[in-house]
């Protein structure tokens, strides 16, 4: 089972300096979110990631800037590989069916542990609410890209829009509802629940 996935924001060049850079950026990133679910966010310092990650301070601050920013890159790379399963879809499904069938799947492939240590901690200041509310956004943004890749009608596109409205929208919900106290069904479970109450309200 993974354990995360962080974004690389580090290009797309194929050259050497180019795999390094990315080599560079995903091992900062995943020192960074390791650290924060052994010791917590707040306790620990760029210092500690740059030790972990094995580079300085200054290379730290040439590939994020701020801690925050690693959080975004690991909410927006485990997305990330989800929208490339998606771009294997048969354009004769309909998107939001191919979205229900794929992402349940693409979630268990994560530690649920892991992903509820890291929603808590993205929940746990107005600061980092803020970075994963932007995360959603861009999230959305990516999965409606994605959609037009698949579902190239021009004519479709405000239905693809709405799809990834309400796709992240569920996600978010999903999010949100498995971390309220008693409950017992997994976030994939919750995912679908919502998006069957979205289609019952809008049949």
Not at 63 to 91: N, V
Not at 97 to 122: C, N, T, V, W
Not at 165 to 186: F, T, Y
């Amino acid at each position: 089972m993974s354990t995360f996935k962080v974004r690389d924001n580090a290009g797309r060049g194929d050259g050497i300096r180019e795999t390094k850079r990315r080599e560079t950026h995903r091992r900062i990133a995943e020192a960074g979110v390791r650290l924060f679910l052994e010791r917590g966010y707040e306790a620990t310092t760029l210092d500690a990631i740059a030790e972990a990650a094995e580079i300085s301070r200054r290379t730290f601050f040439a590939y994020f800037r701020s801690k925050d920013e690693i959080l975004r890159s690991w909410q927006l790379g485990g997305w990330e590989a989800f929208l490339d399963d998606l771009r294997q879809a048969s354009p004769d499904e309909l998107p939001l069916q191919a979205i229900r069938g794929l992402f349940p799947e693409h979630l268990s492939r994560y530690s649920a542990d892991q992903l509820k240590a890291i929603a808590k901690i993205m929940s746990s200041s107005e600061g980092l609410r803020a970075t994963k509310h932007a995360a959603f956004a861009e999230q959305e943004m990516l999965l409606f890209e994605v959609l037009c890749e698949v579902w190239r009608q021009p004519e479709r596109r405000l239905e693809l829009r709405l799809v990834a409205m309400s796709a992240v929208g569920a996600l978010r919900v999903a999010v949100e509802r498995w971390d309220l106290p008693g409950n017992q069904r997994p976030l994939q479970q919750l995912f679908v629940e919502i998006l069957d109450a979205l289609e019952s309200a809008f049949p």
